[in-house]
């Protein structure tokens, strides 16, 4: 087991992190699979120096009791929890950043067409981008979403006002 992707994914992860992804797992919005949650406590219960000796079939025994080893089943139940880890990442580097929240948020309130919210997200964002210090790529590549979000916004929403192009390609060759 201690070649397997789920094993060489949970040894990356900080031994802080264990306990949110099992947190993040016992949320039925994000994992509605025992199974995955009991192949997470067992790896967190696992020191990382015995990961060597881990064992396929005494893992697959915890997680199904008394059932007779299922190499296909525990192969699914690895994917699952790799799958989940994964989506905890990418909901801890999400929460992690500001922009990205606002930025996101304001493009789901433009795409249901929940115009006041839209604006209000925007220019949030546009106001946390300004307050960074370092003009680097990140800053032209959030600046050119930003922008690209708000042009759309206006072709769709606000015909009456000029929908300049030039707001949106100028962050974007600044960003290449």
Request: proline share 5%; with cysteine.
């Amino acid at each position: 087991m201690n070649n397997t992707a789920v094993a060489g994914l949970w040894k990356a992860l900080e031994p802080s992190e264990h306990k949110k992804v099992l947190t993040f797992l016992e949320n039925p919005l994000h994992n509605q699979r025992q199974d995955v949650i009991l192949l997470a406590q067992v790896l967190a219960q696992t020191p990382l120096k015995d990961f060597p000796a881990l064992d396929k079939h005494i893992v697959f025994q915890k997680i199904f009791d008394n059932q007779p080893f299922d190499n296909l089943r525990f192969n699914y139940t690895c994917s699952f929890l790799v799958q989940r880890i994964e989506a905890y990442l990418v909901w801890a580097e999400t929460e992690s950043d500001v922009f990205w929240r606002d930025y996101l948020l304001g493009r789901a309130y433009r795409r249901r067409g929940i115009n006041t919210n839209f604006l209000r997200k925007m220019d949030k964002a546009i106001h946390h981008l300004e307050q960074q210090p370092l003009r680097n790529g990140h800053y032209h590549l959030f600046r050119y979403l930003t922008e690209r979000e708000r042009y759309e916004y206006r072709v769709l929403y606000d015909r009456e006002t000029p929908a300049d192009l030039s707001c949106v390609t100028g962050p974007l060759q600044s960003f290449f």
